[in-house]
């Protein structure tokens, strides 16, 4: 129910609005004046710019003027294509009695608050008649001006338009914001000119004034005057601006310590982040269908009208009352046929921007709003975090700045003359950037305990997260709908199925929970059953999805498939993958692993842990990459629709005649593979992929030797690096910095501490220095204990091997590809009762295939019958 004064609604679109807007006119026009004669506003944000360009600042330029190009309006825009509004009784009436108070009364010409509380007493004096006459001029123009509104608001000009107000408005909102907080922050430090204005402004208005100008003129004489100024005198007045700078700067810095600062940056920011998001909807959403009217507001819509019709003239609170009363009122019968419309308005609307989210305008403005919200939360939550230490040449030029001139010129002699600097004042600027290194590690591994850190976290997973399951839903919608429907989990969820059918669902309210009780007595059906009548559901599960995994591999062959997976990429989400199994799926070896005894369990994971830690894990392979055919004896197989077991004799009794044609067919698949796995390792994806996957395999290799040679028990245990001088004095002072200002002060401690260490006295801090060099002498000479021990001399001789590129190995196989031959060309026999060793470049019957590299996963594996089409091996030339 909508109740008195929640009215969303302004009367008819400018007919109550008159005086809105006259009042904002006026405002403006006040703010205008305001920002006019005060002219050291304070920017808390702005605050930290360099002011000494306001040092040379000199008069207004008057180019324009002089040029004769109009000068730009300050304050609310106009529309100049939007048909000319008429002008309301007060504003007609203005026109004449404006210039009649300038007139007889000059002071008002430059005095804007004046001149409205005149003009209004003026109104009040006009009699009743006059304004009737005035109000029935205006309502005949608005008859005419209406119709042309209307059309003018559908058209792009209107909408064009109204971004720009918008613009302005929210500029004007941070503007508010500013002026408000800026009352407590420090003066901003004013210009030599500012100065020189500040003193005779009071002066230059009154024979402005006088004369009859206005604020303009004002502004005008001031510089005609500062331009009369001799150099000797404006020289005083850019000393007197260089002090208030040197003040402003120490006061700032206190100032941006102070919480009303911290309060103003993230109101700051979370208006900011508002604004962008309201525009993103105004720009990237622009031709998105719009949101139906709700019940209410079709309703309000035909109640104003007839309020129009009968010729009532109401305020924007009184139409409200009227409407939110007619709505109380409306019977049941005919609020109903609003709700029917407004629903079926919905459905379509429902429709319409789905359809919508298809197009790439959506998928770049979720882009574009999960930027928006990453950078807010940076804001609110990152601003104290510790700062980066500055590099070597930044405190060089710290140190030198006084030396060179300012801008791109300085820069390049300061450049030039790190370049020639000593070698100890080059080591003096690296130990002292290491030192300022530590710290900053000290400091940024205390803040990130800190709730600040921690609420930057969970802001930033809920953005990305919010992002991802909106944009997969919206690539499902558009590219997957066609996709084939999951069969059944399990055999089991096939007999329930069938069950379920035969009978009659439950439709009361306990709905939910007799279909729980429906599926456990299904269940313990199931588990009293034999194999036997067990066995036509589990072979019609086989079939269900035998025949959708076809139906999928189909699905993602078709070109849509290929732009959904492009466009998956480019959105950096997930790609579905149709065939992969769902969680809880039921296969014959997850069921046989379910039988695993627990001796074998505990048996394996002793087994593992013996290992050590594991390998890393490499990168997944993209699903753009090439896959590898299957072998001769899996081609065999689906020909014949054989299991294993009996695919294994039979094969073996075809001998090399019979296996040919499958070992050809095998040959021509690979073939066609390495070619399109060799132009694959080209792009992008396979340039990143091979990349990642060779720093995984040296990760590996790196791990494995360390285990080897370093993880025996007998091994000795490498030196921990003991900690630096500043270290030690954080170790002993923060318990007690802790309980003076509270455990949970993560990031006060932390700066205190380093405040503590940089302020303390020369003998103390030696205390602390001696200490760490003793430490570190130690640490040296266990260290070199350690790498002259066998084990570590082994696993150094390992990481050297390692990091050495085997030429001649590397030359033979460019060789050998040239000429069409491998390393590993030969094959490896018939196996059981087949042909003989093959020679490199023959091809032969058996596990391996000559003139091709042998895959390490297609040997015994494939030579048994396993389905290969799972593997992902990504080098035809990987062992």
Known sequence: MVEEGELDVAPDDDVARDDEEQALDMDDDAEEASAMEDEDDNDPTAMEEDVGEQEGAGAPDEAAAESGNPKARRGRPKDQNAPPRPQNPFQRFSVEARQRLKDTRPELASDLKGMAGALKEEWDKVPKEEKDRLQAEFDKEMEVWRPKWDAYRKTPDYKSFCNIRQDWMDERNRRKLIKRYSKDAPARPKSSYMIFASEIRTRVAEEVSKAGGGLSDIGKKISEEWAAVSEEAKAKYAEESAHMKEKFKVEYAEYKKTDRFKEFMNEKA???????????????????????????????????????????????????????????????????????KAS?????????????QKQGQYASYLQELLKVKLRENRQLNLRCAPKRPPSVFALFAEKHKDEVDAGRAGLSTLKQKFAEASEEEQRELEAQRKDLEEKYEVELKTWKESSEYKEFEKGDVAAKKEFKTTAAKVMSAKFLNGAPKAPPKSPFAIFVRERRAAVVAPADE????????????????????????????????????????????????????????????????????????????????????????????????????????????????????????????????????????????????????????????HKSLQAQYEQEYQAWAKTPDGKKYLRLKGLAEKRAKVAKAKVKFLGDEAAPAEPKRPPSAYFLFIAEKRKAVAAELGSGAVAQVAKKLTDMWGQLPPEPKKAFEDRAAAAKADYEKAMAEYKASDGYKRYNKAMEALSRKPKGKAKAK???????????????????????????????????????????????????????????SDDPGSD
């Open 270 to 340: 979370k208006l900011e982040s508002k604004q962008e998001r309201d525009k993103l909807i105004r720009t990237k959403l622009a031709d998105a269908p719009k949101k139906p009217p709700s019940a209410f507001a079709l309703f309000r819509t035909d109640a104003i009208a007839k309020i129009q019709a009968q010729g009532r003239s109401l305020t924007t609170g009184e139409l409200a009352k009227e409407v939110s009363s007619m709505w109380k009122a409306l019977p049941d019968e005919e609020r109903e046929v609003y709700s029917k």
């Open 344 to 356: 079926a308005d919905k459905e379509k609307y429902d429709r319409e921007f789905a359809e919508f």
């Open 510 to 665: 306990g709905a939910a929970t007799k279909k729980g009780e429906q599926v456990s007595a299904f269940l313990k059906q199931w588990k009293e059953m034999s194999s036997k009548a067990r066995a036509p559901y589990e072979a019609n599960f086989k079939e269900e999805t035998k025949r959708w995994r076809a139906e999928s591999k189909e699905f993602m062959g078709q070109s849509s498939w290929k732009q959904y997976v492009a466009e998956a990429k480019a959105l950096r989400i997930p790609v579905r993958s149709l065939l992969a199994k769902p969680k809880g799926a039921f296969t014959m070896r997850a069921a046989a692993g379910r039988r695993v005894s627990g001796k074998a369990k505990a048996k394996a994971k002793a087994k593992g842990k013996a290992k050590g830690k594991a390998a890393p894990k490499g990168p997944e392979a993209p699903t753009s990459m090439p896959k590898r055919p299957t072998s001769a004896m899996t081609l065999f197989m689906r020909e014949k629709k054989m299991a294993l077991k009996a695919a294994a004799p039979a094969w073996t009794q075809l001998g090399a005649e019979g296996q040919k044609p499958y070992l050809e067919q």
């Open 814 to 872: 460019a060789k050998q590809r040239a000429s069409g031959t491998t390393l590993r060309g030969a094959g490896r026999g018939a196996g059981r009762g087949g042909a003989g060793r093959g020679r490199a470049g023959q091809t032969v019957a058996g596990r391996g295939v000559g003139g091709r590299p042998m895959p390490a996963d297609e040997s015994d594996s494939d030579a048994m019958g396993s389905d290969s089409s799972s593997d992902l």
